[in-house]
């Protein structure tokens, strides 16, 4: 910092910044000659392939991590191994910039070949032709038996498929089976309804004074109040013709229960675990302070991480009363072909493989995620590699997706959250009735699909 | 004769050309050029890709009469902008005094107020959203230890604004170097000539000091004003991408950057950067009107 002042007080001084410049220079020339030799390294390889007389598939991942890179990294030398007429090329890049990047390179003309992006807006990518319409290759070989149909449904536009399911999640409840047994409760026997959850919580809770030791549960640690709406109705907010449906029964009363739960543990108590959760340094679930939680199966390998001796057990999310249906909430990736890719063949050659029961079951147990090919998903269940509790939150997390959904995009609302989100804001902070919120928020969601048809 | 002149003085023109040809060719392929193109596309509902449809000011018609959130972000970004440029005017102004003291140690204090304005961006936002945590946050815990019980900062729609002007005021170390700096060039003479007529300090702050680095002051008001408006990535990371308890960080350009890159409304979202650019554009001009009325440049001859 010395150094800056010294700027100022001798701004006559040419000498320094001129020095300054010098070594800004040749900072620039050093960062210029490390990319160059980058570029270089990637354009040798690409040259060295095509002199083979084989063709570069671009691919484009923001799996940089050290777990996942290794994985995505070993199942593409697989396929170039596999086959003589095509190499892939694996970019890596953040998930902040990607898919801005995608658009881009698409408007630019020099798009990738490949692409992982969101599976909830892939029909808005197929309506805004940024993603190629995978029809024509799906008609030679269909791959769509391979999936969840409701991972296969999301990639629909016009009813083409405009990307190919790649991993997805779910939500599904946590519970701790050494507290069940404390307060007397089945180990075995985790609620199944919302009135069960309720009673099950109330058994579990452990006050003190103003504070609790262990706290039942709380339904949004984990996920959103939009989760137990699509819970309690088993329908999205806004549906495929544009049908508004936020302002319901089935929401306003989900709505109210949400605010019980609230009015029960009190403001503190919620924003005090909250945080907890949310610094992701000390889950309460972790240590036994919360006795059930919601979350995706992947969160099972934090406790295998911090948590190895937590007795726990795992099941579907309660249902709203007996009968109407363990519905859960779920997202995931495709991969999909940028309009505009100079090697749609040799890149559906290539989605076919990393979808492909193989390399899917590879990258299911080797991360622990789910996968979107149904066989591959069902194998990593009973992987040898995985442990027995591995593969007991594993066969969950499968049999989950038969009541998990997804909330694609709608084409004619498709920012329709931000006008949702502060209502249900304004309800939690006893600003607004639920009544009055939902019947704004249907009014505002409303006049936005009017605006876009 | 005079012929020649003129050749000389064109030739000199067309050299001077020549050389700032790197910049013209810059400023109008990369900066005229897509302002032009905006301003065509936002009468249009381009999406980069599939469509270019000329709608006339359908954007515009929609955006001022049929949207709730662009006035929403507008008045969220109004409000950032009247609390926080005067705010850290004032706190630059401030410190930069204080630091401008002859002190033991007075390099290393400048250094320890600057040190924040060098770090910036998402570290520094992460910092301050553990800091801010009113569970377990330093802010909150430092309040306890006088007995207040501090609010509930970014989860509290009343303080969420509060809480990004607090955190910019930490860093306002960047203006306060511009103030040290205009203030050593205020001449020790103003200031001996003053204390032979008596003049407090504080008389002499108002009546010497002041004045004379109004013209940074100009500077500072009107860039900080633009880059007020601009607010971004400090919503984007603490919201989580998210506009924050019942949309209060929803700022302008972070609707618009939801318009465009989210839901791929382009000529919407040009629509909105256009509206953005009259208003800046009209307080910068007020701005400039007002300068001369207490910007005092030294050696100006009073009109």
Redesign the interface.
């Known amino acids: 910092?010395?150094f800056?002042?010294s700027i100022?007080?001798e701004e006559e001084n040419g000498l320094i910044k001129k020095r300054i410049l010098l070594s800004l220079v040749a900072v620039m020339l050093i960062l210029s000659g490390c990319a160059g030799f980058q570029v270089g390294g990637d354009k040798a390889k690409t040259v060295e392939a095509e002199a083979e007389g084989k063709v570069v598939v671009d691919f484009w991942s923001f799996w940089g991590s050290e777990i996942r890179r290794p994985v995505i990294d070993k199942i593409i030398e697989d396929f170039n191994k596999s086959q003589d007429d095509i190499v892939v090329k694996h970019t890596f890049i953040p998930w902040g910039d990607i898919?801005?990047k995608e658009?881009a390179a698409?408007?630019a003309g020099d798009p990738p070949d490949v692409v992982i992006n969101d599976i909830n807006a892939t029909a808005?990518r197929g309506?805004?032709?940024?993603a190629m319409n995978l029809s024509e290759f799906l008609e030679k070989d269909d791959i769509s038996e391979r999936f969840y149909p409701e991972l296969w449904d999301a990639t629909l536009y016009e009813g083409d498929s405009y990307g190919i399911p790649f991993n997805t999640d779910t939500r599904i409840l946590y519970y701790n089976k050494a507290a069940f047994k404390e307060v007397g409760l089945d180990p075995e026997k985790p609620p199944t309804t919302w009135t069960e959850l309720e009673k099950y919580a109330a058994k579990l809770d452990k006050k003190n004074g103003n504070t609790y030791d262990r706290l039942g549960f709380y339904p949004l640690f984990g996920i959103n109040y939009d989760v137990w709406m699509l819970n309690a109705s088993g329908k999205n907010f806004v549906d495929v013709e544009g049908n508004v449906e936020v302002d319901t029964d089935v929401n306003q009363e989900t709505l109210n229960w949400l605010l019980k739960w609230k009015e029960r543990y009190g403001d503190n108590v919620v924003?005090?675990y909250k945080?907890?959760i949310d610094?992701q340094q000390s889950n309460p679930f972790f240590t036994g302070k919360l006795g059930m939680f919601i979350n995706t199966p992947t969160f099972y390998t934090q406790i295998r991480d911090y948590a190895p001796e937590l007795d726990f057990g795992v099941a579907m999310l309660p249902e709203r009363e007996p009968g109407n249906g363990h519905t859960s909430w779920g997202g995931g990736f495709v991969a999909e072909i940028p309009?505009g890719s100079s090697h749609p063949e040799e890149a559906w050659e290539f989605i076919k493989y990393l979808t492909d029961k193989e390399a899917q079951e590879y990258w299911a147990v080797k991360n622990y995620d789910n996968v979107a090919n149904v066989e591959a998903a069902e194998a990593a269940a009973k992987s040898s590699e995985m442990s027995e509790k591995d593969q007991v939150v594993y066969q969950m997390a499968v049999d989950n997706m038969e009541h998990t959904l997804l909330t694609p995009t709608p084409l004619d609302a498709?920012?329709f959250p931000?006008?949702i989100?502060?209502e249900i804001?304004?309800v939690m902070?006893g600003?607004k009735t639920p009544e009055q919120a939902l019947k704004d928020a249907q009014a505002?969601v409303e006049?936005l699909v009017e605006?876009n048809k | 004769m005079k012929k020649k002149k003129f050749n000389y003085k064109r030739q000199e023109g067309l050299v001077g050309y020549i050389f700032i040809l790197p910049w013209i060719f810059g400023f109008l392929v990369f900066t005229a050029g897509p302002l032009l193109f905006s301003l065509v596309a936002s009468f249009t509902n381009y999406n980069i890709t599939s469509q270019m449809d000329f709608i006339g000011t359908n954007n515009y018609e929609k955006l001022l009469f049929n949207d709730q959130l662009f006035w929403t972000s507008l008045y969220n970004t109004l409000y950032y902008v009247a609390f926080s440029v005067p705010l850290t005017t004032i706190g630059a102004i401030f410190l930069s005094v204080l630091l401008n003291q002859d002190v033991p140690g007075l390099r290393f204090f400048r250094t320890i107020y600057y040190l924040p304005a060098v770090l910036s961006g998402v570290g520094v936002y992460l910092l301050w959203m553990q800091l801010l945590d009113p569970g377990t946050g330093f802010i909150n815990m430092f309040l306890g230890w006088f007995g207040i019980d501090g609010p509930n900062w970014l989860f509290d729609p009343e303080w969420t604004k509060p809480s990004l002007i607090l955190m910019k005021l930490w860093s306002v170390g960047g203006g306060m170097l511009l103030y040290l700096a205009s203030l050593q060039g205020v001449p020790k003479s103003l200031y001996e000539a003053a204390e032979i007529d008596g003049a407090s300090k504080w008389q002499q702050f108002c009546y010497i000091t002041l004045p004379m680095i109004t013209p940074v002051i100009f500077f500072d008001v009107v860039t900080s004003l633009i880059g007020g408006f601009q607010i971004f990535q400090e919503a984007y990371v603490m919201t989580n991408g998210g506009g924050g308890p019942v949309n209060s960080l929803l700022f302008y350009n972070y609707y618009m950057w939801n318009k465009a890159f989210k839901v791929f409304d382009m000529g919407y979202a040009m629509a909105m950067s256009w509206i953005l650019f009259i208003i800046i554009f009209i307080l910068t001009m007020i701005n400039l009107k007002l300068a001369p009325r207490w910007v005092h440049y030294e050696g100006e001859s009073k009109r």
Not at chain 1, 127 to 130: H, N, P, S, T, Y
Request: proline share 6%.
């Open positions: 910092m010395y800056y002042f100022i007080q898919w801005t658009l698409i408007a808005l309506e805004k032709k940024q924003n005090s945080s907890q610094s309009e498709p920012d931000t006008l989100n502060p804001d304004n902070l600003n505002a006049q605006e």
